[in-house]
């Protein structure tokens, strides 16, 4: 069994999202620590980029500050070495093509898995251009997570059916952000997905902000992924987050495991 399908081994799994160098690396290492404390049963470290067109205002301003601060690529890596170190819970990294292609995607796909990564995200990767990274990341023993997004159905059954680790299930079109209400028939999307890989686990993500939200998407799926929310605390607090952001995690973790 793969680390990634360990993460949904014990009942529904929260997947926190923290940008690497957002406040700055000694605090990003605390908070994946104290996240999985609380709870979480899968991290995913975003590495910053100056475009990152699939995120909504907060993780946007996330990227430009974790850059202005220093963070690069190579930092990013630093940081998933020391939480390795600490934590046997599986991490993933989400970043961008461009991201990897500069550092050399082989290169890349070698040096994540040889710190103990599991696997990697790249939401501006099309489906039909995926094995340019997939195959090397295979090769290196990481898992491409694929996203869906509520689109046609015959779409859905072909990603579904190459889909690696898990599947992040987008739960509104657009970017990633806090929304008020989730209209998306999530439970659709995820039956889709069983139907073509019936193995594959199933996290939702995009707009999820507080428990009520996280039990309701993780009662359609066996996951949920939230990003903004923690992004934003990270933003208020600075390097005193840590507490705050413990605190949410266990607060979401408890929601979703009543389901």
Same mark, same amino acid.
């Given at each position: 069994m793969s680390n990634i399908k360990r993460a949904f081994e014990n009942g529904k799994a929260f997947i926190p999202f923290i940008t690497c160098g957002d406040p700055d690396a000694e605090t990003i290492e605390k908070l994946a620590l104290a996240m999985i404390g609380a709870g979480a049963d899968l991290i995913e470290l975003g590495i910053p980029f100056s475009d990152p067109t699939a995120e909504g205002v907060a993780i946007q301003e996330a990227n430009l500050r974790a850059l202005a601060g220093g963070?690069?690529?190579?930092?990013?890596?630093?940081?998933?070495?020391?939480?390795?170190?600490?934590?046997?819970?599986?991490?993933?990294?989400?970043?961008?093509?461009?991201? !990897?292609? =500069?550092y050399g995607i082989e290169r890349f796909c070698r040096h994540a898995a040889e710190i103990g990564l599991d696997g990697m995200i790249l939401p501006d990767v099309p489906f039909e251009e995926k094995e340019e990274f997939a195959a090397p990341a295979r090769e290196a023993g990481l898992a491409s997570v694929s996203l869906i997004a509520p689109t046609s159905h015959d779409r859905i059954k072909k990603i579904a059916a190459e889909a690696e680790g898990f599947v992040y299930c987008v739960s509104s079109l657009g970017v990633t952000g806090v929304r008020q209400k989730i209209t998306t028939d999530v439970s659709s999307m995820v039956s889709l997905v069983k139907c073509a890989n019936p193995d594959i686990p199933c996290a939702?993500?995009?707009?999820?902000?507080?428990?009520?939200?996280?039990?309701?998407?993780?009662?359609?799926?066996?996951?949920?992924? !939230?990003? =903004?929310?923690?992004?934003?605390?990270?933003?208020?607090?600075?390097?005193?987050?840590?507490?705050?952001?413990e605190s949410f995690v266990r607060e979401m973790k408890a929601a979703i495991s009543k389901v």
């Amino acid at each position: 069994m793969s680390n990634i399908k360990r993460a949904f081994e014990n009942g529904k799994a929260f997947i926190p999202f923290i940008t690497c160098g957002d406040p700055d690396a000694e605090t990003i290492e605390k908070l994946a620590l104290a996240m999985i404390g609380a709870g979480a049963d899968l991290i995913e470290l975003g590495i910053p980029f100056s475009d990152p067109t699939a995120e909504g205002v907060a993780i946007q301003e996330a990227n430009l500050r974790a850059l202005a601060g220093g963070m690069t690529t190579e930092g990013a890596f630093k940081i998933a070495e020391n939480i390795r170190k600490k934590t046997d819970v599986p991490i993933v990294f989400m970043t961008y093509a461009n991201v !990897v292609f =500069s550092y050399g995607i082989e290169r890349f796909c070698r040096h994540a898995a040889e710190i103990g990564l599991d696997g990697m995200i790249l939401p501006d990767v099309p489906f039909e251009e995926k094995e340019e990274f997939a195959a090397p990341a295979r090769e290196a023993g990481l898992a491409s997570v694929s996203l869906i997004a509520p689109t046609s159905h015959d779409r859905i059954k072909k990603i579904a059916a190459e889909a690696e680790g898990f599947v992040y299930c987008v739960s509104s079109l657009g970017v990633t952000g806090v929304r008020q209400k989730i209209t998306t028939d999530v439970s659709s999307m995820v039956s889709l997905v069983k139907c073509a890989n019936p193995d594959i686990p199933c996290a939702v993500g995009f707009g999820i902000s507080n428990p009520e939200q996280a039990a309701e998407m993780a009662a359609a799926s066996d996951g949920v992924i !939230v990003g =903004s929310a923690i992004v934003k605390m990270c933003k208020e607090y600075g390097q005193d987050a840590v507490p705050h952001v413990e605190s949410f995690v266990r607060e979401m973790k408890a929601a979703i495991s009543k389901v």
